[in-house]
T-cell receptor, first 110, second 116 residues
Framework: GESVGLHLPTLSVQEGDNSIINCAYS??????FIWYKQESGKGPQFIID?????DKRQGQRVTVLLNKTVKHLSLQIAATQPGDSAVYFC?????????FGKGTRLHILP | GAGVSQSPSNKVTEKGKDVELRCDPI?????LYWYRQSLGQGLEFLIY????????KSGLPSDRFSAERTGGSVSTLTIQRTQQEDSAVYLC??????????????FGSGTQLSVL
């Protein structure tokens, strides 16, 4: 949904553990989904995408899972590192619109 | 290669003054987007350009905000009579094809606007 007016939720993870960031998307007609990573002082950057005809896609240390039944998207980061500290946004595309999720701040504990 | 470039990176202005923010998209990208991000918050959509036209202006918060795009390339976001609540990071993004296609957005680093 729209990300206006709310402070970002924070996920704190021990360095080396796996991180799971969740996103509930809003439009059942959305057919393309992207995860973006935003580091401090920078714009969001593409991490990984998935089309609606898939339920899982893997990248380097990252995996995106899509559950269309419950309109849920998740990003899994394996062996979390300090450089993974950032805000993560999901985005859905459908009906000629792009909608960003509210974002989740990932905080890495030493 | 060259990414999305925004200028200035920081802008401090007095309440009531007008400001112009500039975005240079990636060459050849037909779609251009402006977003606003307040401190510690998510992305607020402002406006979308396809070529030089703006089929979606639904996010502009008031008539003090306007944007244009010329030559299918550079875009300028203008805020007139700035207010303190306009203080935020203004992000520009571009993509190869129109919104709604399976395209990833490439973002600039943003302009940090501070209205005193």
């Amino acid at each position: 949904g729209e990300s206006v007016g709310l402070h970002l939720p924070t996920l704190s993870v021990q360095e080396g553990d796996n991180s799971i960031i969740n996103c509930a998307y809003s439009n059942s007609a959305s057919d393309y989904f992207i995860w973006y990573k935003q580091e401090s002082g920078k714009g969001p950057q593409f991490i990984i995408d998935i089309r609606s005809n898939m339920d899982k896609r893997q990248g380097q240390r990252v995996t995106v899972l899509l559950n269309k039944t419950v309109k849920h998207l998740s990003l899994q980061i394996a062996a979390t590192q300090p450089g993974d500290s950032a805000v993560y946004f999901c985005a859905e595309t459908g009906d000629d619109k792009i909608i960003f999720g509210k974002g989740t701040r990932l905080h890495i504990l030493p | 290669g060259a990414g999305v470039s925004q200028s200035p990176s920081n802008k401090v202005t007095e309440k009531g003054k007008d400001v112009e923010l500039r975005c240079d998209p990636i060459s050849g990208h037909t779609a251009l987007y402006w977003y606003r991000q307040s401190l510690g918050q998510g992305l607020e959509f402002l406006i979308y350009f396809q070529g030089n036209s703006a089929p979606d202006k639904s996010g502009l918060p008031s008539d003090r905000f306007s944007a244009e795009r010329t030559g299918g390339s550079v875009s300028t976001l203008t805020i007139q009579r700035t207010q303190q609540e306009d203080s935020a990071v203004y992000l520009c993004a571009s993509s190869r094809n129109q919104q709604g296609s399976e395209e990833k957005l490439f973002f600039g680093s943003g302009t940090q606007l501070s209205v005193l």
